[in-house]
């Protein structure tokens, strides 16, 4: 049972234009959302992140948004540039007996075409 | 460059053989973790410590046997593994404070068992 989703496979979008990347989750005990970014044969690398009581959070060409009501965070990444084309994983973090545990969706490949 | 550094790269071994895999990382993180990675399917959390201390372990099989000798070190021994044990293993490191701490992902040991 998939406590983090990412139903879309893969996205492609031009050089330049807003990437928007999406994910639902079904446990209302998470508190904390996170972006990673993987590029092939190498590990996860932190992007972004957001508390489960806020509903955005901006970094630069990044920006997280979260509605609770609906379980849904997205990622906006704008404007979007070739170096970012990669398999970005949503994650969610519970805490559980004091340690953080990570829970990953299946991940979103991006490609931006120059 | 990776700050959490694991040896080896790759790993192939057969199934009565003995191997550990080996994580360091020297940014005072006092939080370390083990995922599995199946292709094409997210990070799945095998253990955590905390303070050298295993705090979590996910009903690993005990064909597992996870260590943190230190607090810069984390290992993963391996013993009698299955053919459906071929994964990516990502070691993870974080800081244990209140609040979000990003986990750091080396970028894994691609185990193949033959």
């Known amino acids: 049972d998939q406590q983090v989703k990412q139903n879309s496979p893969s996205l492609s979008v031009q050089e330049g234009r807003i990437s928007i990347l999406n994910c639902d989750y079904t446990n209302s005990m998470f508190d904390y959302f996170l972006w990673y970014k993987k590029y092939p044969a190498e590990g996860p690398t932190f992007l972004i992140s957001?508390?489960?009581?806020?509903d955005k959070n901006e970094d630069g060409r990044f920006t997280v948004f979260l509605n609770k009501s609906a379980k849904h965070l997205s990622l906006h990444i704008v404007p979007s540039q070739p170096g970012d084309s990669a398999v970005y994983f949503c994650?969610?973090?519970?805490?559980?007996?004091?340690?953080?545990?990570?829970?990953f969706g299946k991940g979103t490949k991006l490609t931006v075409n120059p | 460059d990776t700050e959490v550094t694991q040896t080896p790269k790759h790993l192939v071994m057969g199934m009565t053989n003995k191997k550990s895999l080996k994580c360091e990382q020297h940014m005072g993180h006092r939080a370390m973790y083990w995922y599995k990675q199946k292709a094409k399917k997210p990070p799945e959390l095998m253990f955590v410590?905390?303070?050298?201390?295993?705090?979590i372990n996910e009903s690993v099989p005990s064909r597992f046997s996870p260590e943190c000798p230190n607090s810069s070190l984390l290992n993963l021994h391996l013993h009698a593994l299955q053919p459906e044990d071929s994964a990516l293993y990502l070691c993870a490191s974080s800081q244990v404070r209140q609040g979000l701490q990003p986990q750091h992902f080396g970028d894994g040991t691609r185990l193949s068992i033959l």
């Open positions: 410590y905390s303070y050298e201390k295993l705090s």
């Open positions: 994650a969610a973090s519970e805490t559980q007996g004091g340690s953080e545990k990570l829970v």
């Open positions: 957001i508390s489960s009581i806020k």
